[in-house]
């Protein structure tokens, strides 16, 4: 009986247990293991054996599990990464969409934040990433094949902004407003910056530990803040009217709250939603193609009495 089932476990599930165990050996060869780190490869081996139905999630989810690890081991290769930019992208920030007074816009808002933007900016930085986990379940409860593309668009967006990473490392503008535009200083710690202003009108310190965890403090371009929300408006615009206003108008107040934050520059912004938008086109003609060069099931037909076909 034991032999058997071994034997019937789809490949795939030994496939998960063998990323699920060697990432947890790796986080713990490099001295970065949390606690999420096991709570994450777990339930990855968990999800692959509890059954077809969570594996059937698993198949088309997996690049979520892929891109959480992507993100997290970003500080394994950064010592390889190119001549960080500080100063040049301020200024050209200033040059190309100037703000009143001769100054860039992250800079402008640094000085006039209020407490409601504060809130409202706040609670949309903190739902960027929310918004595209609901989305993809509702697509797999619904049964769409959107719920598959979404997320392995998902992990193209985030693997193309790490490669700019690597490419075009770029201070954000809290950097620059706290420590200038000179040479980079690799020893600065990561900052929640202005999202520190909602966790101090709420008593809590949810993005002083989520950017405390950030392994990279100069990857402000692009802004995968601003391209999540637009790459999910894409996936639902054909949903209708309703949904396309409600994710556009998220999307647009996401890539606000990362000026207003001071978090990115309308720069980083635009590229996000280049970045996003070439992930989302580049998975949508991967899947046209590997449906098309899928073989078509094949169409018994019906004989006549006596195997005469004609009519």
């Not at 476990?9 to 949390?34: D, K, S």
């Not at 006039?112 to 930085?125: I, K, T």
Request: proline share 7%; glycine share 8%.
């Amino acid at each position: 009986m034991t032999s058997r089932s071994r034997d019937n476990t789809p490949a795939f599930t030994w496939f998960v247990t063998f990323m699920g165990a060697g990432h947890l050996m790796l986080v713990l060869a490099t001295g970065r293991l949390r606690w999420e780190h096991v709570v994450a490869d777990a339930l990855l081996v968990g999800v692959a054996w509890a059954g077809p139905r969570t594996r059937r999630f698993l198949l088309g989810g997996f690049p979520l599990w892929l891109t959480g690890m992507l993100l997290d081991s970003q500080g394994l290769w950064l010592s390889l990464r190119g001549e960080i930019h500080t100063g040049d992208l301020w200024a050209r920030e200033r040059l190309w969409f100037p703000a009143p007074g001769g100054v860039n816009w992250p800079e402008w808002w640094s000085t006039r934040s209020h407490p409601a933007l504060d809130l409202l900016c706040g609670f949309a930085y903190a739902a960027y990433l929310y918004e595209v986990f609901v989305v993809a379940i509702f697509f797999f409860v619904k049964k769409d094949d959107r719920f598959q593309r979404l997320c392995w668009a998902f992990l193209a967006v985030n693997a193309l902004g790490v490669v700019v990473y690597m490419l075009y490392p770029a201070a954000p503008p809290w950097y620059i407003l706290q420590y200038g535009p000179g040479p980079a200083n690799l020893a600065a710690l990561p900052s929640p910056a202005g999202t520190a202003r909602f966790d101090a009108l709420l008593g809590i310190s949810y993005f002083a530990g989520f950017y405390s965890r950030n392994p990279n403090v100069f990857g402000a371009m692009p802004s995968l803040h601003a391209a999540y929300p637009f790459m999910v408006m894409l996936f639902v615009w054909r949903n209708g009217t309703a949904w396309r206003v409600v994710t556009g108008t998220f999307a647009l107040l996401v890539a606000f709250s990362a000026v207003y934050l001071t978090h990115h520059y309308i720069l980083d912004v635009l590229a996000g939603l280049m970045a996003a938008l070439a992930a989302y086109l580049a998975v949508e003609l991967a899947f046209a193609r590997a449906r098309r060069s899928a073989p078509l099931p094949a169409v018994s037909i019906p004989l006549t009495p006596g195997g005469d076909t004609r009519a």
